[in-house]
């Protein structure tokens, strides 16, 4: 289980980081940055993947009560199509600590890739199993995408993104080949490319 060795090894306000949605075919990349209290961490903080949905949602409710400071956002599919999804999941977790309030002193960013914050920052491979302050950006991060995906799928029901959260699964392929693209989906990812170009040539 994650804990928040690293954290005190780095000292003073350490802000964990990470993002969710780099491989689905629709919708934003969302980031996340966490504070933790050390007199207050939630019980049970574990990386996002392996939390059911209940305690997912319990600990984000959680983790906003008793986190020293929460900061959510995302990168946009036109900031994912014309960066590529590195460069804006990157982009996002910068986000995410530049509106920390109060700003941290350090923080430990989930995976090998540094976002460019200007705090001294570790990047950790499998942070969010490591580090309870990543494993908490984990689950805000995923969690806040998961809802942004159900309420898209509202408008666009035909995708089944309220159960597949925008991956590319049987149920949005055939949506994809039937419906067509939306403005949501990632023109830059294979495979919606791969179907814009078969209705462009169907229609020229």
């Not at 983790?63 to 199509?81: G, K, L, R």
């Not at 809802?147 to 991956?167: C, F, S, T, V």
Request: aromatic share 4%; proline share 6%.
């Amino acid at each position: 289980m994650p804990d928040f060795s690293m954290e005190l090894h780095m000292g003073g306000l350490v802000a964990g980081v990470d993002e969710a949605g780099r491989g689905p075919l629709a919708g934003p990349v969302v980031a996340a940055a966490v504070i933790l209290d050390p007199e207050h961490i939630p019980l049970g903080l574990d990386d996002s993947k392996r939390l059911s949905k209940t305690k997912r949602q319990r600990l984000f409710d959680h983790i906003h009560e008793q986190a020293v400071a929460v900061a959510i956002t995302q990168a946009s599919v036109e900031e994912i199509d014309r960066l590529n999804i590195l460069q804006a999941s990157l982009l996002a977790m910068r986000r995410a600590v530049e509106a920390l309030d109060p700003a941290p002193h350090a923080c430990l960013v989930d995976g090998n890739q540094h976002p460019g914050t200007k705090c001294p920052t570790r990047c950790v491979i499998k942070g969010d199993q490591l580090s309870a302050s990543i494993a908490a950006a984990s689950i805000l991060a995923k969690v806040k995408r998961d809802q942004i995906m159900a309420d898209l799928a509202r408008k666009h029901p035909a995708y089944g993104w309220e159960q597949n959260a925008g991956y590319g699964v049987p149920k949005h392929l055939e949506a994809l080949k039937l419906v067509g693209a939306t403005a949501y989906h990632r023109k830059s990812f294979a495979p919606v490319r791969k179907i814009l170009l078969q209705t462009h040539k169907a229609n020229n």
